[in-house]
């Protein structure tokens, strides 16, 4: 049995980051720190640590995240980016995407009691629901892969010129040097390293940008699009 770790009151920033939506960021808080650690999402000994790295560590991507767009959580998890994200942006049509069965259904279980009806959550793979599920204007992801292989993921789930965001820690640089060749075959047309939370998170949250133009995903994905598009354009017919 995993032994209960308590969680520390929220920071003052959360109230200034959450706004009105504190109350509901406070519960989900307390849902990962109870059933997020009984049932394996995360660690206990991420419980003490769960504000600074995890819940406004996530918000803050909500600094570069563009108005009113459409945002697919790529290997969401227990929620994050996802969740901090939809809590400080109503703005957002937000997609929680994971394969594991445990996870989805904690991630339905915290969408329906914080009432977050602008958050969709959908089991399974990226390159599952490709062509399945409407591109989106941005991917997000935090600790779920490499980034050569997190874009071949995230990337092809984008509309043309839309943008993957990928939480990253110190070996942001490295990561983004080593994919680069990747992620031209991908698409892509313009990366950066950028740094989101000053004065609310120590150190501030390291993100990995990759814009892409009108073919996300390169050729071989814009074929796969296209043959999952007149194959749902089949069915409709019918």
């Not at 490499?146 to 995230?154: E, F, N, Q, S």
Request: charged share 25%.
């Amino acid at each position: 049995m995993t032994e209960a770790v308590e969680l520390p009151p929220a920071p003052e920033q959360a109230r200034d980051v959450f706004g009105d939506r504190f109350a509901d960021a406070v519960r989900y808080a307390e849902l990962l720190a109870e059933a997020g650690v009984q049932r394996g999402l995360i660690g206990p000994r991420e419980v003490p640590r769960l504000w600074e790295r995890h819940l406004l560590n996530c918000a803050v991507l909500s600094e570069v995240v563009p108005e009113g767009v459409t945002v697919c959580d790529v290997g969401s998890g227990a929620g994050l980016p996802g969740i901090p994200l939809a809590l400080v942006r109503e703005d957002l049509k937000i997609t929680l995407l994971e394969p594991l069965l445990r996870r989805t259904n904690f991630l339905t279980e915290v969408v329906e009691l914080l009432g977050l009806d602008h958050v969709t959550v959908v089991r399974g793979r990226a390159e599952e629901v490709m062509g399945k599920l409407p591109p989106v204007h941005v991917v997000t992801a935090r600790a779920v892969a490499p980034l050569d292989r997190l874009a071949t993921w995230g990337i092809p789930l984008l509309r043309p010129y839309g943008e993957m965001l990928a939480l990253k820690g110190d070996t942001a640089e490295e990561e983004l040097k080593s994919a680069a060749t990747a992620l031209s075959k991908l698409g892509a047309v313009e990366t950066s390293i950028l740094h989101v939370g000053e004065g609310v998170v120590d150190p501030m949250s390291t993100v990995v940008r990759v814009e892409v133009g009108e073919s996300p995903g390169g050729v071989r994905f814009a074929a796969k699009r296209a043959k999952a598009a007149r194959t749902g354009r089949t069915r409709r017919r019918r």
